[in-house]
């Protein structure tokens, strides 16, 4: 079945300093990927996504880019904000997937301090 | 409407009570999605609907939990004779057709049995 991996958390960084979120996923057919944010007490907003084979999805200054070569689609941010403080959410969309039914990972906590 | 409803946002019951929680999808989008959200935890599937239809009812976790939708519109998730390990924060999520898009998710309803 499909699957998506994140790397654990808590991330902890100073402010402006570079960012980095793995996730690597698992799925039968031919998946489109998204990276899902979740600020305190709020619910989860599409930050981007990407729905082939070398695209980039940007937004915020966030990036990442679809690699089916490694079955990777790692979120980046070359200088992170207090405000970027929230959970990040990897997920994908398999079209062989009836319902369109996204799966997540487990998510990944960002602290940025000032 | 432009984004998903949810409501109660807060709701405070006692155990062995029912409760009901309701979700308005973004008017147009067929498939509907709950999810619960236990602290600082990830994401729990729970039911999704095609329509009025659930086709996918494998992330109800006992009997004491039914969803409905009609008019292919709102949806109601109940809880019946609660327990206390039903707190959590219920997230609704709607979608378009098609693995593209990914969700809209509504802000949740944070539920607390005490």
């Known amino acids: 079945g499909d699957s998506v991996t994140q790397m654990e958390g808590p991330v902890t960084l100073s402010e402006e300093a570079f960012l980095t979120i793995n996730c690597t996923y698992t799925?039968?057919?031919?998946?489109?990927l998204f990276w899902y944010v979740q600020y305190p007490g709020e619910g989860l907003q599409l930050l981007l996504k990407?729905?082939?084979?070398?695209d980039k999805g940007s937004n915020k200054g966030f990036e990442a880019t679809y690699r089916k070569e490694t079955t990777s689609f790692h979120l980046e941010k070359g200088s992170v904000q207090v405000s970027d403080s929230a959970v990040y959410f990897c997920?994908?969309?398999?079209?062989?997937?009836?319902?369109?039914?996204?799966?997540f990972g487990g998510g990944t906590r960002l602290m940025v301090k000032p | 409407g432009a984004g998903v409803s949810q409501s109660p946002s807060n709701k405070v019951t006692e155990k062995g009570k029912d409760v009901e929680l309701r979700c308005d999808p973004i008017s147009g989008h067929t498939a509907l999605y709950w999810y619960r959200q236990s602290l600082g935890q990830g994401l729990e599937f729970l039911i999704y609907?095609?329509?009025?239809?659930?086709?996918?009812k494998s992330g109800l976790p006992s009997d004491r939990f039914s969803a409905e939708r009609t008019g292919g519109s709102v949806s109601t998730l109940t809880i019946q004779r609660t327990q206390q390990e039903d707190s959590a924060v219920y997230l609704c999520?709607?979608?378009?057709?098609?693995?593209?898009?990914?969700?809209?998710f509504g802000s949740g309803t944070r539920l607390t049995v005490v």
């Open positions: 990407a729905t082939k084979a070398d």
């Open positions: 609907f095609q329509g009025n239809s659930a086709p996918d």
């Open positions: 799925a039968t057919g031919y998946p489109s």
């Open positions: 999520a709607s979608s378009l057709p098609g693995a593209n898009y990914g969700y809209t």
């Open positions: 997920a994908l969309s398999d079209r062989d997937n009836a319902g369109n039914m996204l799966t």
